[in-house]
T-cell receptor, first 110, second 117 residues
Framework: SQQGEEDPQALSIQEGENATMNCSYK?????LQWYRQNSGRGLVHLIL?????REKHSGRLRVTLDTSKKSSSLLITASRAADTASYFC??????????FGAGTILRVKS | GAGVSQSPSNKVTEKGKDVELRCDPI?????LYWYRQSLGQGLEFLIY????????KSGLPSDRFSAERTGGSVSTLTIQRTQQEDSAVYLC???????????????FGPGTRLTVL
């Protein structure tokens, strides 16, 4: 079963704009992770935020976590065409397995 | 490179046949995971190996699916009597150690695209 639900399902923006994707989940978690998947390529880990953290930055990425609302957001600033990909949130539960959402398809137009 | 490798990259089979998918994790990674990704969907957990512990098979969709990990390294996912609904990309990942509250990045292979005709 899917834990994370991403919103929106698809997002199309112009290069240079910011992109925001949201993720909601249902159960208690150890951490929440965001992954990127380019067409025809594997998943790449972007950033992890622990359950006791509220915000984390990595380059042009900013992730927030609100455990009271069981939600997270991923912000990509100053988007580039190369950011075009599917983005997945994944929650880590007991046993270390990741539970993924269905993903947000981001298209950055140049 | 030293990443996770999977073979074959593509597999086309006929309904009812058995298939074996292989995963070579990153050297030294004690944890290995299999996931399945159907078209346009997120990843679905299948099975998790950690060291010599009994694997977590809670995600396997039916008894036609099985996996083994030999010598704590290479893993094989076997699907018996394949069905059309088994068509998907099967992804393998490995990580250094179980996390608890510690960081646990999973490194993914490129996947095997399975098509059951």
């Amino acid at each position: 079963s899917q834990q994370g639900e991403e919103d929106p399902q698809a997002l199309s923006i112009q290069e240079g704009e910011n992109a925001t994707m949201n993720c909601s989940y249902k159960t208690s978690i150890n951490n929440l992770q965001w992954y990127r998947q380019n067409s025809g390529r594997g998943l790449v880990h972007l950033i992890l935020i622990r359950s006791n953290e509220r915000e984390k930055h990595s380059g042009r990425l900013r992730v927030t976590l609100d455990t009271s609302k069981k939600s997270s957001s991923l912000l990509i600033t100053a988007s580039r065409a190369a950011d075009t990909a599917s983005y997945f949130c994944a929650t880590e539960e007991y046993g270390n397995k990741l539970v993924f959402g269905a993903g947000t398809i981001l298209r950055v137009k140049s | 490179g030293a990443g996770v490798s999977q073979s074959p990259s593509n597999k086309v089979t006929e309904k009812g046949k058995d298939v074996e998918l292989r995963c070579d994790p990153i050297s030294g990674h004690t944890a290995l995971y299999w996931y399945r990704q159907s078209l346009g969907q997120g990843l679905e957990f299948l099975i998790y190996f950690q060291g010599n512990s009994a694997p977590d098979k809670s995600g396997l969709p039916s008894d036609r699916f099985s996996a083994e990990r030999t010598g704590g390294s290479v893993s094989t996912l076997t699907i018996q009597r394949t069905q059309q609904e088994d068509s998907a990309v099967y992804l393998c990942a490995s990580s250094l150690a179980p996390s608890g509250m510690s960081y646990n990045e999973q490194f993914f292979g490129p996947g095997t695209r399975l098509t059951v005709l």
